[in-house]
C-alpha cells in the first residue's frame, strides 16, 4: 500500500519490474564471489577481443549479473545486449585461475532472460523461427528442396552478388551465408535400428544422429557407423530419437531443452548399450549436462544421470578402447593437417589429446598446431546468425590461423564449426578440405587416398 513516507509514482514501479533475477534458480551468489576480477580471462574472450568493452568480458558480466541480483542494475535491453554478447564458448573457464564457474553463471542467466526480458518485435520472430525449425530434422527436409532448387538455379549466386540481403536483416543475410552445399542424402535417414559388429563384436553402443548434421553433412554420421562397427562395435540407434536440445540449451530456452532431453532419453532407455556415443561437440556436452538441465524433475533426474553415466564424444570413446581395424596412408606423400578445436569439446568437455591421438595413429599423418587455438570460431550454436559482424570477424581470424600452419586439410569435429570455417575459406578464396575425424579414419580403414586442395575432396 503506498504511504507518505514511502511515494511509488507508477513509472518507478514498472521500473522495479526489471529489477532483480526471479527467485527460480538466478545466478549463484557464491559462484559469483569466487571471481577475484583478475582478468586472466579477458584475453581469451572472443567477444572481448572484438569488442572491446568490459561488460562485453566474463569478468565484466559477472558484475552485471551481480548487480541484478542485488537488485541494483536493471535486467534492462542494455544490460541484456551484454549477456547475449557471450559465445558460451567457455574458454573463460580453462583459462580461470580462481575456478570461477562461468558457465553455470551465464546459463542461470540466459534462462532470466528468457523469462524476464522481453525482446523487439523482430528479434523475436528470429528467434521463433530458428527454435522452431531447427532443431527439428523433419520440418528443415521440408525447407530443403526450394533451398536446394535455390541453390542450383542460380539465384543464390544472384542474390549474393546483389547484396540486398545485408540491408533487409543482417541476421537472415547471415542465415543464408552458412548454407552449405544440401547433399542428396539429407532427404532420408538410411541407417538402420541396429547395425552389427564386423568381425567380434567387442561393444554394444547407442549412436545419437544429431538434427543439422544429418542433414547438411549426413557422410559424417555415415563413416562414424563404419568406423565403429569396423572396430568391433554393434551399433543400436532409436529411430524415434530427436534433437539433443543444444542449440535451445545454449540460449536459455529452457522448457523445449527439457523436452528434447526427456525425449532422449526415453529413446535409449531399453537399449542396454555400453556406451552413448555423438560426434558433434556442441551435442555432446549438451548432453552431459542433462542431470543438471533436468535436476528439478523428480522423475527423470535419476534417469539423466544413468544417462550421462554413458554418454561419450565418439572419439573420447574410441581413443579409450582402442583401434583394432588396420589403418593405410591417405595418400601416398606424408598429409600435413590441422586440427580445429571445438570449444564444447576443449574447454566444455575437456577432450584435445584424443582426437589427436586418433589422427596420428593414420600412417603418413602429420599433425601441426594453430597459433590461438583456443579461440572461438564465431559459429557458437547460432551466434553467428545472432551476431554476425562479431562472428565473421572471428572466422576469419580462425581461417587464417588454421590456413597460416600450411595445412592441406583441416580435421573438424562439429558441425557449427564445420559451416563457419568453410564459409570463410570461400571467402578468402583458400580452398582447403574440412573433414570430420570420423571421415578421415573411414577413408584410411578402407584403403581410399584422397586429393587434397582441390574442391571439397575428391577421391583418388
Known amino acids: 500500500m503506498q504511504t507518505s513516507e514511502n511515494p511509488i509514482t507508477p513509472v518507478e514501479s514498472a521500473a522495479h519490474q526489471f529489477l532483480g533475477f526471479d527467485p527460480k534458480h538466478p545466478p549463484d551468489p557464491t559462484l559469483i564471489d569466487s571471481c577475484v576480477h583478475c582478468g586472466f580471462c579477458l584475453s581469451t574472450c572472443p567477444s572481448y577481443r572484438v569488442i572491446g568493452k568490459e561488460t562485453d568480458s566474463p569478468r565484466g558480466r559477472i558484475y552485471l549479473m551481480d548487480g541484478v541480483n ?21 574458454a573463460c573457464v580453462t583459462a580461470c585461475p580462481s575456478g570461477v564457474q562461468y558457465d553455470k553463471l551465464i546459463t542461470a542467466t540466459r534462462l532470466q532472460v528468457e523469462r524476464n526480458h522481453s525482446r523487439p518485435l523482430p528479434e523475436k520472430l528470429l528467434r521463433q523461427l530458428i527454435f522452431s525449425v531447427f532443431p527439428y530434422p523433419d520440418r528443415m527436409r521440408v525447407l530443403l528442396r526450394p533451398l536446394g532448387l535455390y541453390q542450383k538455379s542460380g539465384l543464390q549466386r544472384l542474390v549474393r552478388s546483389l547484396g540486398f540481403l545485408k540491408q533487409v536483416s543482417p541476421q537472415i543475410a547471415a542465415m543464408e551465408s552458412v548454407l552449405p552445399k544440401i547433399p542428396a542424402g539429407a532427404f532420408h535417414d538410411t541407417i538402420p535400428a541396429l547395425v552389427p559388429a564386423q568381425g567380434q563384436k567387442r561393444y554394444r553402443v547407442g549412436m545419437i544422429l ?57 529413446a535409449f532407455a531399453d537399449s542396454e548399450v555400453d556406451a552413448i556415443l555423438i560426434n558433434a561437440s556442441g551435442c555432446g556436452h549438451t548432453l552431459k549436462e542433462y542431470a543438471h538441465i533436468l535436476q528439478d524433475d523428480p522423475h527423470y533426474h535419476p534417469k539423466a544421470k544413468e544417462f550421462v553415466s554413458k554418454v561419450k564424444d565418439v572419439q573420447e570413446f574410441l581413443a579409450a578402447v582402442g583401434l583394432t581395424a588396420k589403418l593405410s ?132
Open 70 to 90: 542485488e537488485g541494483e542494475i536493471p535486467l534492462s535491453p542494455a544490460t541484456v545486449q551484454h549477456f547475449d554478447s557471450c559465445l558460451g564458448c567457455l
Open 210 to 266: 544429431g538434427c543439422v548434421q544429418r542433414l547438411f553433412n549426413p557422410a559424417v554420421n555415415d563413416a562414424t557407423v563404419r568406423v565403429l562397427t569396423a572396430n568391433g562395435c554393434e551399433i543400436v540407434v532409436p529411430q524415434i530419437q530427436g534433437c539433443c536440445g543444444a542449440l535451445s540449451h545454449h540460449q536459455g530456452q529452457e522448457e523445449q531443452t527439457k523436452t528434447f532431453a526427456r525425449q532422449m532419453i526415453d
Open 329 to 460: 596412408p591417405l595418400q601416398d606423400q606424408p598429409l600435413v593437417m590441422v586440427y580445429q578445436d571445438a570449444c564444447h569439446m576443449l574447454h566444455g568437455q575437456k577432450i584435445s589429446i584424443q582426437p589427436r591421438q586418433l589422427l596420428k595413429q593414420i600412417p603418413g599423418v602429420q599433425l601441426r598446431e594453430p597459433i590461438d587455438a583456443a579461440l572461438c570460431c564465431g559459429s557458437a550454436g547460432v551466434y553467428n546468425i545472432l551476431h554476425p559482424h562479431i562472428a565473421d570477424e572471428l572466422g576469419q581470424q580462425k581461417v587464417e590461423n588454421l590456413t597460416n600452419t600450411g595445412a592441406q586439410l583441416i580435421a573438424s569435429a562439429n558441425i557449427g564449426c564445420f559451416v563457419q570455417i568453410s564459409k570463410h575459406l570461400q571467402l578468402q578464396g583458400k580452398v582447403v578440405p574440412v573433414l570430420h575425424p570420423m571421415q578421415l579414419l573411414d577413408y584410411s580403414i578402407q584403403g581410399i587416398k584422397l586429393q587434397t586442395g582441390l574442391d571439397n575432396m575428391l577421391i583418388g
